[in-house]
């Protein structure tokens, strides 16, 4: 179960600013490109075989979970982090539960800020 400390608030107001402060329209909008790229290459990532594509998975996990560190993705970072370290060791079955994790971690992080710095929140 995600919470607040999912996210590593320090890193995220580093970029964002704190709560109530004016809102740097440029680096929303870098969170956003973030949030969007993640999406797709959760997309993608799930796509690709770890059994024939090992080197492949681990590369665009690590891709994501750099980006995803940036922004304070913490606990998805952590999911992000064990697919890649451990691509070799897990069946096809356990990446997959983990990749549904991260992507369950993932919306509800996004969720959380958006409850946080509500000009992010998501649009439906």
């Known amino acids: 179960m995600i919470n607040q400390e999912s996210i590593n608030?320090?890193?995220?107001?580093?970029i964002l600013g704190e709560e109530g402060e004016p809102v740097d329209e440029e680096l929303a909008d870098l969170f956003r490109d973030f949030v969007d790229d993640a999406a797709q290459r959760l997309v993608q990532l799930s796509s690709l075989d770890p059994v024939s594509d090992p080197d492949g998975v681990a590369h665009e996990a690590h891709k994501i979970r750099g980006a995803a560190l940036s922004f304070g993705f913490a606990?998805?970072?952590?999911?992000?982090?064990?697919?890649?370290?451990?691509?070799?060791e897990l069946t096809p079955e356990e990446i997959g539960r983990l990749l549904d994790a991260a992507r369950e971690?993932?919306?509800?992080?996004?969720?959380?800020?958006?409850?946080?710095y509500a000009y992010l929140a998501p649009v439906s």
């Open 9 to 14: 608030w320090d890193q995220l107001s580093m």
């Open 75 to 88: 606990q998805f970072a952590s999911i992000l982090e064990t697919v890649e370290t451990r691509v070799l």
């Open 105 to 116: 971690t993932f919306e509800r992080s996004r969720d959380l800020v958006g409850r946080r």
